[in-house]
């Protein structure tokens, strides 16, 4: 089985967004990870609301020297990508006309490949790449904020020569 964190996923639906969107800090591990997934007889209409997506890595934790391809089975090589449309000419996935690729903002995006393997640096299908480093005032964060905050208490801990039993810290990921 494949290891894959998606934002929102959606298939087989009609979906109208009248509000905007913002999801920030997708991660995975090992795996893929995808803001918005569109799969199969989807039509999605985003009147004017705006999309921004940013922080979505996959495969932060893997060592370089591990190499893997786009169809190596069961884990694929880490793709991530801000916005993915898998379509088919029988279940087509379509964005109605009125949707603006200016509204739709993406920053901070990596994995090994993008977009179906892609390794030209494509991130997305849909939408707008920011290449600047702070949008909004946010930042790229390349691994979860709370692993950092782990992190930092781990070495706390170990100036103050203080032990706890176990570790309590709660930690959401997929590994």
């Known amino acids: 089985c494949m290891n894959m964190v998606h934002a929102i996923s959606i298939d087989f639906s009609d979906i109208i967004i009248n509000n905007d969107i913002n999801i920030n800090g997708i991660y995975s ?7 918005i997934s569109t799969w199969f007889d989807t ?4 009147k004017s609301s705006k999309i921004d997506i940013s922080n979505v890595y996959a495969g932060y934790d893997l060592i ?3 190499t893997m391809s786009y ?6 090589s880490p ?3 801000a ?4 379509s088919s000419d ?3 996935v379509k964005f109605l006309e009125n949707n603006n690729n200016d509204n739709i903002n993406i920053q901070c995006i990596n994995g090994d490949v993008g977009c179906f393997g892609d390794t030209n640096g494509i991130y997305t299908n849909l939408g707008n790449m920011n290449d600047d480093i702070i949008q909004n005032n946010r930042k790229c964060q390349r691994v979860p904020i709370l692993l950092e905050e782990r992190e930092r208490m781990k070495y706390k801990r170990k100036q103050e020569n203080v032990y706890a039993p176990f570790d309590s810290s709660p930690i959401f990921f997929i590994i």
């Open 29 to 35: 591990k090992t795996g893929l990870t995808f803001g």
């Open 43 to 46: 039509n999605i209409d985003s």
């Open 64 to 66: 370089d020297s591990i």
């Open 71 to 76: 169809d190596d089975r069961p884990n694929k």
């Open 79 to 81: 793709e991530a990508c």
């Open 83 to 86: 916005i993915r449309i898998y």
């Open 90 to 92: 029988t279940y087509q």
